[in-house]
């Protein structure tokens, strides 16, 4: 099975994995330039027992927000009538090249927080997200779907 069916999987079955096989599967995946992250993207957790899950879980995370490079909203959530949000916890981000476990890919800077996502590509509307965060034992992993403009 290859990583982009492997990930597949692990999205629709929400199992538990391990930090090493995301890993693994990451390092099988395509790196991605900056302008492939612009738009509205939806999002979840891998299940590897990092607190961030339960952190995003509680905040409302839903996805992301790559307006350009200079302008991105790492935390967007849903409002009472279910609009999405910036919310401003973590505040804002930028995008850039980054290398990461053998590749330069796009890579999202928290502008105030040790804190970069980096992206690997699934297909054309799905990437895999790695956030590595200073002081963690492992990194955090997930999922972003893009959403269709309206």
Not at 20 to 31: F, G, K, M, S, T
Not at 70 to 95: F, N, Q, T, Y
């Amino acid at each position: 099975m290859n990583a982009t069916d492997a990930l597949s999987e692990l999205i629709a079955s929400g199992r538990e994995t391990t930090a090493e096989a995301l890993h693994a599967l990451y390092d099988a995946l395509p790196p991605i330039d900056t302008a492939f992250m612009r738009g509205e993207w939806e999002g979840g957790v891998f299940h590897t027992g990092h607190p961030g899950e339960q952190q995003l879980a509680a905040i409302g995370w839903v996805g992301k927000s790559f307006h350009h490079d200079d302008d991105v909203d790492p935390i967007v959530s849903r409002d009472e009538h279910g609009r999405r949000v910036a919310s401003p916890v973590l505040g804002k981000a930028s995008l850039r090249l980054v290398h990461y476990r053998g590749a330069a890919t796009a890579t999202m800077i928290y502008d105030k927080h040790p804190i970069f996502d980096h992206f690997r590509k699934l297909d054309d509307q799905r990437v895999l997200g790695v956030m590595d965060r200073k002081g963690d034992a492992a990194p955090l992993f997930f999922y972003l779907r893009r959403l269709q403009s309206p």
